[in-house]
């Protein structure tokens, strides 16, 4: 028994000496970084760069490489008593011969040296029974020291272990500035969006930045700074990169994006979309029946489709008394978005890659008009043949008006010889071609004149039927994407489904193929019968997520106001800084939801309207860590872009965002959004997640003490 009880306090003492050494290599570590990060000072300031007035430490999020602990330091620790005795006893004996050995080389060396040479031999014997000493003494650690230490220890491994990650998928490597102009592909401000909305509400965001980036850990982020600097656009950044020395060390992810189109406070109207604070999102949710849904009726589709089509006007028309009879709600409300559109392959006339895949390809009108709710709307299906070039090219259309009246029927002859007529599919035969003549741009021609500046085009998967008439539109609802009956968003039906099931009609029975008359009416007739419903009629995603919240509202009461999107912090507090005054529509949007707090003790949504880009910034840097986001919205007037001045209002937007970054906490994520100029409609994001002060890959705070 005795024996048992030696070797328990054996084992326990080995797991102190252990503990202990690992301490030790921690702080080792934690004072390499500080003595990094003091070095970082004293070599920006020996190469007379700008000095901080702020007394801030330069920081920057990229990789140094630094090896935090010395190979001969962790042999010292190796040769030492914390873990000599842990070690079976053949590699302890191997160990100590090899050190042994080499102690011995070192002793013949400096016996050689005898020419006025120090023997170091003596030295190094003192010092080492000295250290030797100094670590026995350290190992004598009473529980109260080992408890404190072992939580120390677990407190830095859960810090590491919460540390957010932003990494950037294909679709965000294809927008980054280091991709050449011509094969890049910007991302939308929408994407924008999705990010700030999971940054902030996490796994509950019903809008997800997974198709261009993904974050990970996301609650574990301190908090959000978003600095629009309005009239700085892509060309402008481009031009005077090299003005940007901070922000050039602050950011490695730097993307090309499309912006809303030239309108004051048109970035930030956008921003403050997303649900920014608790109250607001449950107002929403009440409204609307899911954040899903509120999403949903709550953005305008056509914002930045009308930064990349010929669209004259504003914005578009929004008023429930110019709703038609028949429809419960906006008919604009199932437009498909610009991001929606790239996503499912439609045709658009945006730059790099995809502007040479659609180089060929016309606007159904040459200049459009802002879509309204009354907007008309038109079913268009087509039919295609397999010609020699290995594609399905062309060979029929049908239109159908929202009366269901056939307002235009054609068939078409393909540019290639047609090898394969795909009959069961198409219905479409030799003998029903043997007489055709009409081409493709005859047809092109026809639905320019046909259609109106703000129709809307219905359709089943209608990407493939405008890539076969090779022509783009703003406006279209897709019935693939409207309805869904899996609950998975990209598991799509087929509108013969779809038409069985909420039509009560069965379509494409013909033995002789589809007919594409009867494919427009079914889509048409989809997308009217849901709008005589409502907005999740349809669509099994938006169903559950509603029924999901209703379950929740009932078994968690009034705590279920508080907890929504808490994570245990129910105070997600905003803050919009801006130079000037807020537009009214944003303070709408965001004061309506604040009418009944909900028992909420502090303003959720502070506005901070000053009279200059300078005392926003202070505003902005005083401020920052009381709010979960921060939204710093500068004016830069067409006079500071003016070739005298240019280079004096890079260098000043260069400092705000250097004094900007060191403000941020860490675990804090920075946004900085440039764009909004006559110039150029794209703009730039640049991302970064503070880490710790020397720049390396993790970042603990808390220190460890031995």
Not at 245 to 267: A, D, H, W, Y
Not at 489 to 506: D, G, I, Y
Not at 674 to 696: D, L, P, R, T, Y
């Amino acid at each position: 028994m005795k024996a048992f009880a030696s070797k328990q306090e054996e084992r326990k003492e080995k797991k102190r000496k252990k503990l202990l050494a690992l301490a030790k290599l921690v702080q080792m570590n934690d004072n390499d970084r500080s003595q990094a990060a003091v070095n970082h000072a004293v070599a920006q300031n020996s190469e007379e760069t700008p000095t901080n007035d702020d007394g801030f430490v330069k920081v920057t999020h990229k990789k140094k490489s630094a090896k935090l602990v010395t190979k001969k330091q962790k042999c010292d620790l190796l040769d030492s008593d914390f873990c000599g005795e842990d070690e079976p006893e053949t590699k302890r004996l191997k160990h100590s011969k090899k050190l042994n050995t080499d102690r011995s080389a070192s002793s013949d060396t400096n016996e050689e040296n005898t020419d006025g040479s120090v023997n170091h031999e003596s030295h190094m014997s003192s010092t080492t029974e000295s250290g030797e000493e100094q670590q026995r003494l350290e190992l004598q650690l009473t529980a109260e020291q080992y408890k404190e230490l072992r939580r120390q220890l677990r407190q830095r491994k859960r810090e590491l272990e919460n540390v957010p990650i932003l990494r950037l998928r294909e679709f965000g490597q294809r927008a980054s500035l280091e991709i050449p102009q011509g094969q890049r592909t910007p991302i939308f401000l929408t994407d924008i969006q999705h990010l700030l909305m999971s940054a902030l509400i996490g796994k509950k965001s019903p809008c997800s930045p997974d198709r261009w980036c993904f974050l990970e850990k996301p609650m574990s982020l301190s908090h959000c700074v978003v600095l629009i600097l309005e009239g700085l656009s892509l060309y402008h950044y481009l031009s005077n990169e090299s003005k940007f020395t901070q922000t050039n060390e602050i950011f490695q992810t730097r993307l090309e994006v499309v912006l809303p189109p030239l309108k004051e406070g048109s970035i930030v109207e956008e921003i403050a979309q997303v649900p920014l604070t608790n109250v607001q999102a449950y107002k929403l949710i009440e409204k609307h029946g899911s954040l899903e849904s509120a999403v949903e009726m709550t953005k305008d589709p056509t914002l930045l489709v009308k930064a990349i089509f010929p669209v004259n006007g504003d914005s578009y028309m929004t008023d429930k008394s110019n709703l038609p009879a028949s429809d419960k709600f906006p008919r604009t409300k199932l437009l498909l978005s610009a991001l929606q559109m790239v996503d499912e392959g439609y045709p658009m006339p945006l730059r790099g890659e995809l502007s040479n895949r659609f180089k060929d390809y016309v606007f159904t009108k040459e200049k459009y008009e802002p879509v309204t709710d009354s907007s008309p709307m038109f079913g268009i299906d087509c039919e295609m043949c397999k010609t020699v070039i290995g594609q399905n090219e062309l060979t029929r259309v049908s239109i159908v008006n929202e009366q269901l009246e056939t307002v235009y029927e054609t068939l078409v002859m393909p540019t290639n010889k047609i090898v394969d007529y795909l009959t069961p599919f198409s219905g479409i035969t030799p003998s029903i071609m043997k007489t055709v003549t009409k081409t493709i741009k005859d047809v092109q021609r026809e639905v320019q004149e046909l259609l109106p500046p703000d129709a809307i085009l219905v359709g089943q998967s209608l990407n493939f039927d405008l890539n076969a008439m090779k022509m783009m539109h703003p406006y279209v609802i897709d019935t693939s994407m409207c309805f869904n009956l899996s609950g998975i968003r990209r598991r799509k039906a087929k509108l013969q489904t779809l038409a069985m099931t909420f039509l009560k009609e069965a379509i494409q029975e013909n033995v002789d193929g589809h007919d594409s008359v009867e494919d427009s009416l079914a889509s048409l007739k989809l997308v009217k019968m849901k709008l005589a419903n409502s907005l999740e009629y349809g669509d099994e995603i938006l169903t559950q997520k509603k029924r999901l919240h209703d379950i929740m509202r009932l078994a968690s009461g009034d705590t279920f106001r508080n907890n929504l999107l808490a994570n245990g912090n129910p105070d997600k507090r905003t803050a919009i800084i801006i130079n000037g005054t807020l537009h009214k529509h944003i303070k709408e949007i965001l004061t309506k939801a604040e009418e009944k707090k909900m028992q909420e003790t502090t303003k959720q949504v502070c506005f901070y309207e000053l009279d200059s880009n300078k005392s926003a910034i202070n505003k902005a840097r005083e401020i920052a860590l009381e709010h979960t986001l921060t939204i710093t919205n500068l004016r830069l007037s067409g006079q500071e872009f003016q070739l005298e001045n240019v280079e004096k209002t890079m260098t000043k937007l260069d400092k705000w965002i250097g004094k900007m970054w060191r403000t941020v906490a860490h675990n804090g994520m920075f946004l900085v959004l440039m764009g909004g100029s006559m110039e150029c409609s794209n703009g730039v994001a640049k991302i970064a997640i503070k880490k710790n002060e020397a720049g390396a890959n993790i970042s603990p705070t808390t220190p460890i003490t031995v």
